[in-house]
């Protein structure tokens, strides 16, 4: 059977035995009324501690919570000021806001498509901020992390790094999401390990933080009745747990196949205008995203070809933070070279996803490699 069209990204294909252990899981929660809370997120947190290498994981609602959640725990307070990428998903900016801060935009760097050590120092020396976000965004890590991690340190500047797309990538060989100060990650279910509705978790090594980011979660609760801070109701619930817990078993296999996808691209693509980009050399990425580059002028001319052979595709992301219509009135500064914009035009994102097929790969490429030979 020849392939005729292949989405961006399809959630339905599990492991053998996967939808009926969840469903015989979830009537268990039933039976046991085991709704918010219980033994099943317990076992989540505990799996996802050994696998990103961190002393503490807390489930919470979703990932832009777990950011929000992460800014409160580490002390930043109204009118702070917080640095984020220029190059990021909304979610990003938005946390600060939500918290009351302040938000500065910081240019990315147009090779890494994130933040260079140059750029961050820039930054921080001129606008002295209280936090920092840095974000790792399309499965891959920040080439810098290290640098930018000891400057931010040497420069009392809380180092926030929001993981919503790389779980399970390395950098240098040490976990991302392991080794951070604090770091949020998302569980929406797009994501390479994704729940079967919203939830996220935040990461830490910090007892205190820690301690912090559970009372948050739940109402300030510091008793069942007593509260000590202003939270939020952000529990991450018990069949998202179970599902997630189910689906960890799994990952390493789920990263494999992205990872392939990923690889199989660049071996085939690589010579065209249609430029795929890898992670830096020291990063160990996931496979989340197959990205691609391509002169802005001739992005709309593939995208149409990439419609009428019924693949989808993906532009992440599409505009930088700084030009956002919703950012304008709580922007306090930013630094831009014009390299997130530029990014956000040229970037096209090819299907990706866990067990695609080497026919549905093969189908996408040479469709793309038919378009210029045009």
């Known amino acids: ?14 492991e053998p035995g996967f939808k009926e252990n969840f469903l015989k899981g979830v009537t268990n929660l039933v039976e ?23 002393k503490y994981s807390i489930g919470c609602a979703n990932g832009t919570d777990a950011i929000q959640i992460a800014l409160r725990a580490v002390g930043v307070e109204k009118n702070d000021l917080v640095l984020v990428p220029d190059m990021t998903f909304w979610a990003t900016f ?8 302040n938000p500065v935009t910081v240019d990315v760097n147009r090779e890494s498509c994130h933040w260079d050590l140059a750029t961050f120092q820039k930054a921080v020396n001129e606008f002295k901020p209280k936090a920092a976000i840095m974000v790792h965004l399309y499965g891959w890590a920040n080439p810098d992390t290290i ?15 929001d993981g919503a797309q790389c779980f399970g990538t390395k950098i240098d060989n040490q976990s991302i999401l392991g080794t951070a100060l604090i770091s949020t ?7 390479v390990l994704g729940a079967s509705g919203d939830a996220g978790a ?21 008793d069942h009745y007593s509260h000590g801070l202003i939270g939020w109701n952000s529990r991450i ?5 179970l599902f997630l817990s189910l689906s960890i078993d799994h990952i390493e296999k789920r990263l494999e196949s992205r990872r392939n996808a ?24 996931n496979g989340y995203c197959a990205v691609g580059m391509i002169d802005p002028k001739d992005r709309p001319h593939l995208i149409e070809t990439l419609k009428k052979a019924n693949i989808g595709f993906g532009t992440i992301y599409p505009g930088a933070m700084s030009l956002q219509k919703g950012a304008t009135q709580y922007l306090k500064g930013k630094i831009d070279n014009g390299n997130a914009h530029y990014i956000s035009q040229a970037v096209l994102n090819l299907p990706c996803f866990a067990y695609i097929t080497e026919e549905e790969l093969n189908y996408v490429c040479q469709t793309v490699k038919k378009h210029f030979q045009k």
Request: aromatic share 10%.
């Open 262 to 285: 990923v690889k199989y691209y660049h071996e085939a693509l690589n010579q065209l205008p249609l430029k795929p980009v890898l992670a830096q050399k020291n990063v160990w990425e």
């Open 237 to 241: 619930g018990a069949y998202e747990s």
């Open 32 to 54: 046991k009324t085991q709704f918010v809370g219980g033994p099943v997120v317990g076992e989540l947190e505990e799996k996802l501690s050994k696998f990103v290498g961190a």
């Open 202 to 222: 935040i990461f830490t090594n910090d007892e205190e933080i820690n301690k912090t980011c559970r009372i948050l979660i739940n109402h300030g609760r510091t």
């Open 185 to 191: 990650t998302s569980f929406y279910p797009a994501k």
């Open 94 to 101: 938005e946390a600060v806001v939500n918290v009351g801060a």
């Open 147 to 161: 640098a930018i991690r000891q400057f931010a340190k040497d420069n009392k500047v809380l180092l926030i790094e």
């Open 1 to 14: 059977m020849s392939i005729t069209q292949v989405p961006f990204i399809t959630l339905n294909r599990f």
